[in-house]
């Protein structure tokens, strides 16, 4: 009789096993010639060494797909059981960046986020330039999380610069930490949508993901990373350039911003205006620009900035 131990760290054992343990004794009336143990994290399985190699490929099936889409049950289960990898493969679907939390399917939505997705997958650098509600910052999070998951990176690093939009971050109680988790709010989010929730604790924990703003980028070489600079517009030319060459071997490049949110000083230029003139003829980067049409906001969202805009070219 042969011995085989699986261990599903960082994910909540009542998520794989299910309410009262219902997902592994479906496994244990299935794979009768087996004797299945489970306890905390962990399942011991006993039995031949075949049957325990097929127990072994169908269970790595059903923990890729809680990591897709953040649940499995006892469908689920049977359907993996019967299906094999042709379950996961139909899911698969081109146009599909992430499998979220709760079933929830990321993808690009509009033609610009499309053309977002392509550059990428073309080009080591990619500039989103575009107004809110475009889906700048959560395509590049989706992009970003699709690498980690298929292993073309070892981590993410997402960052932007400390610019307070009209309010001090000096007031605000507690720690560096404390002070900026606020304002990075936006990427927490996108990545809590795409992540299950003990995944992404031990992500941060062990640095896989890391979040931290511009500044702290500065004589750092960024290898087989995934990294994100979010509302670039408020970083200056000198700041800009600084993160640019932080690029090293292997890593993916997006940097998302809005050129009509500016919150710098009057004296200083938006580094992300002037990398759009500089750049803009150099090989291997691309520039998307994103417009009203790919706001997936509230439809009034498209109409106040249309006033806006408006209102500025009077």
């Not at 610019?163 to 990427?187: C, H, I, M, S, T």
Request: hydrophobic share 40%.
């Amino acid at each position: 009789m042969s011995e085989k131990t699986f261990t599903f760290e960082s994910i909540n054992p009542v998520d794989i096993l299910g309410i009262n343990n219902i997902n592994i004794e479906l496994l244990k009336h299935i794979f009768t010639k087996l004797k299945i143990v489970s306890r905390g994290q962990e399942i011991k399985v006993f039995g031949d060494e075949e049957e325990i190699a097929n127990f072994e490929e169908k269970f790595h099936l059903i923990i890729t797909h809680f990591e897709k889409f953040g649940k499995v049950n006892e469908s689920n289960i049977l359907e993996i059981l019967e299906n094999g990898d042709f379950f996961l493969q139909a899911e698969q679907q081109n146009d599909i960046l992430v499998h979220g939390r709760n079933g929830l399917v990321v993808k690009a939505r509009t033609t610009n986020q499309i053309r977002m997705v392509e550059a990428c997958n073309l080009n080591d650098l990619v500039f989103a330039i575009g107004p809110a509600g475009t889906g700048k910052t959560y395509t590049a999070v989706a992009l970003a999380v699709r690498a980690l998951k298929n292993k073309e990176v070892r981590r993410i690093v997402l960052t932007r610069p400390a610019v307070e939009a009209g309010e001090n971050l000096g007031f605000l109680p507690g720690d560096l930490r404390d002070k900026l988790d606020p304002y990075l709010q936006p990427l927490y989010d996108a990545l809590r949508d795409m992540i299950p929730t003990q995944k992404l604790l031990s992500y941060w924990e062990d640095g896989t993901i890391e979040i931290a703003p511009l500044a702290f980028m500065r004589g750092r070489t960024l290898d087989h990373a995934f990294v994100i600079l979010d509302e670039a517009q408020n970083a200056t030319e000198g700041q800009l350039k600084m993160f640019l060459t932080r690029m090293g071997k292997s890593a993916k490049f997006i940097v998302t911003g809005d050129i009509t949110q500016i919150d710098l000083p009057r004296n200083q230029a938006s580094g992300l205006i002037q990398a759009s003139k500089i750049l803009q003829n150099v090989h291997g980067l691309s520039f998307i620009f994103l417009d009203e049409k790919d706001i997936i906001r509230h439809k009034l969202v498209s109409k106040i900035i249309n006033a806006y805009d408006e209102n500025s070219n009077k």
